[in-house]
């Protein structure tokens, strides 16, 4: 059993930075790929990026490539995820998940067995 709970949300304008995070709690953290899916209003939760259990790969959507980096610290039990150059399109209830088992980053949400209550993100123009 993993409890995650985000932080970090808030308000922010175009062009600017955030950093997510999301602590775990219990202590196999490192047994998890780790994972960050986001929700805008009226569409589908969908997938940002994703993390292997040892930090070493990782993987996004395409919209967010080379402006959002997704990292970990197995020490504090915490992943992270940094956006930087938001738009307003970033406008999203952000939520981080856990996968058990295998350790590759998955895309697919019904693979992650742990999710987070989900912190506000909102870019304005």
């Known amino acids: 059993q993993v409890h995650l709970v985000e932080s970090g949300g808030g308000l922010v304008q175009a062009g600017g930075s955030l950093r997510l995070s999301c602590a775990a709690s219990g202590r196999t953290f490192s047994s998890y790929a780790m994972g960050w899916f986001r929700q805008a209003p009226g569409k589908q939760r969908g997938f940002v990026a994703a993390?292997?259990?040892?930090?070493?790969?990782?993987n996004y959507a395409d919209s967010v490539k080379g402006r959002f980096t997704i990292s970990r610290d197995n020490a504090k039990n915490t992943v992270y995820l940094q956006m930087n150059s938001l738009k307003p399109e970033d406008t999203a209830v952000y939520y981080c998940?856990?996968?058990?088992?295998?350790?590759?980053?998955?895309?697919?949400?019904?693979?992650?067995?742990?999710w987070g209550q989900g912190t506000q993100v909102t870019v304005s123009s």
């Open positions: 993390v292997t259990k040892n930090g070493a790969t990782t």
């Open positions: 998940a856990a996968r058990g088992g295998s350790s590759y980053p998955s895309q697919q949400e019904y693979q992650y067995n742990y």
